[in-house]
Structure formats: structure tokens, C-alpha cells
T-cell receptor, first 114, second 111 residues
Framework: ETGVTQSPTHLIKTRGQQVTLRCSSQ?????VSWYQQALGQGPQFIFQ???????GRGNFPPRFSGLQFPNYSSELNVNALELDDSALYLC?????????????FGPGTRLTVL | DQQVKQNSPSLSVQEGRISILNCDYT??????FLWYKKYPAEGPTFLIS?????DKNEDGRFTVFLNKSAKHLSLHIVPSQPGDSAVYFC??????????FGTGTSLTVIP
């Protein structure tokens, strides 16, 4: 039990639609990172938010965007969904300065794009 | 561009024996390396880490070795137990706190 929750668990969308995925972090964890894990692959870093500001971004297009809220929750938004966006989306929260091993992952949201 | 690679998709080991999982990386600027364990329907769980200035870190049955000149790290589990059966991800962190993961190795410990 990591204290990080994600919703929904599963989601089915069609190509071209928009989707919002949600993550609730542990209290006090002011850094959240989002990852995309395609089938048979490792998690790929999408972006990180620190104190509600984007604090680093991986190799993902601008149609992937995020928000972080003062209550330690966050959102991943994906516009103009493509078939290749089908994946498990993971969020991970952490407390900066406590070392890299204090990153806690949620169980993920499985997105299927048809 | 896969900066962290795990070339063995799967590994089977007898209970009580040693499990050795390997990982290679390309970016010499990584400052921390980590191993995560993942069960189905759960997110990855942190297992053990090592700073780039160390060459070994041990925690109970788990030891991670880092060879910076070869850009290689390995996770040793001894003795292996059936409960260790899971997918293991190697990850590397840069100074910007961005994590790069390998593709995972599925470990099966046979009773």
C-alpha cells in the first residue's frame, strides 16, 4: 500500500477523443511524475510536476498535458487520442530531498484507444 | 532512444539459488540507479537503490552491484524465494529527478 491512488482503473476511448486521468498522492508529497507503460515495455517518463509547475518533460508531444493541485492530487490530460496511446498510465509521488527511493507508484490506469 | 536496457525478458531460478538480473545504461550522467519490483495489477514498488559513487549496496537478501566503467548494474537475490517471482525493472535517475526505466525482467522462482 503506497498511499497513491489512481482513477479510473480502466478506460476505453475512441481515436480523436480526449481523456483525463487522475492521481491522488500522499499528503506532503509535492512532486508527482507521470509515466506511460506500453505492453511489454518499461514505464516511460511523460512529465513531472513540482509545486503545481511542470518540472521536466520526457519525449511526449504537447497533446499530453498535466495539472497538479494544492491538495496533492494531479491530472494527466491527453488530447486527440491515437491508437498508440493505449497503455498503462502510472503516477508516482515523492518528496524532494528525501532521495530517489521515496517515489511511490499508484496502481495505474489502463487506457484502451479503439 | 532506450537509455536503460534489460536484455533478458525472463529468468527462471530454483528456490534457494541465486537470481542475477542485469541492466545496462548509456548515459554516464545518471546519479542514482534503482530496482523496482512489480506484481500484476500493481504499480512498481521500490526494492533497492545505489548511488553512482558506490559500487555495491546490500539490503538483506538483495544486493545491487554497479560497474560504472562498463555502464552495467546487476541485482543479486540470494537465496531466491517463490515470493520473489515478479517483474523487475531497473531504473536510472538523472540530476533533474527524471527516471528512465528498462523493459523489465520477469523472474520465476521454482519451488
Amino acid at each position: 500500500e503506497t498511499g497513491v491512488t489512481q482513477s479510473p482503473t480502466h478506460l476505453i476511448k475512441t481515436r480523436g477523443q480526449q481523456v483525463t486521468l487522475r492521481c491522488s498522492s500522499q499528503s506532503g508529497h509535492n512532486t508527482v511524475s507521470w509515466y506511460q507503460q506500453a505492453l511489454g515495455q518499461g514505464p516511460q517518463f511523460i512529465f513531472q510536476y513540482y509545486r503545481e509547475e511542470e518540472n521536466g518533460r520526457g519525449n511526449f508531444p504537447p497533446r499530453f498535458s498535466g495539472l497538479q493541485f494544492p491538495n496533492y492530487s494531479s491530472e494527466l490530460n491527453v488530447n486527440a487520442l491515437e491508437l498508440d496511446d493505449s497503455a498503462l498510465y502510472l503516477c508516482a509521488s515523492s518528496l524532494p530531498g528525501r532521495g530517489p527511493d521515496t517515489q511511490y507508484f499508484g496502481p495505474g490506469t489502463r487506457l484502451t484507444v479503439l | 532512444d532506450q537509455q536503460v536496457k534489460q536484455n533478458s525478458p525472463s529468468l527462471s531460478v530454483q528456490e534457494g539459488r541465486i537470481s542475477i538480473l542485469n541492466c545496462d545504461y548509456t548515459n554516464s550522467m545518471f546519479d542514482y540507479f534503482l530496482w523496482y519490483k512489480k506484481y500484476p495489477a500493481e504499480g512498481p514498488t521500490f526494492l533497492i537503490s545505489i548511488s553512482s559513487i558506490k559500487d555495491k549496496n546490500e539490503d538483506g537478501r538483495f544486493t545491487v552491484f554497479l560497474n560504472k566503467s562498463a555502464k552495467h548494474l546487476s541485482l543479486h537475490i540470494v537465496p531466491s524465494q517463490p515470493g520473489d517471482s515478479a517483474v523487475y525493472f531497473c531504473a536510472a535517475k538523472n540530476t533533474g529527478n527524471q527516471f528512465y526505466f528498462g523493459t523489465g525482467t520477469s523472474l520465476t522462482v521454482i519451488p
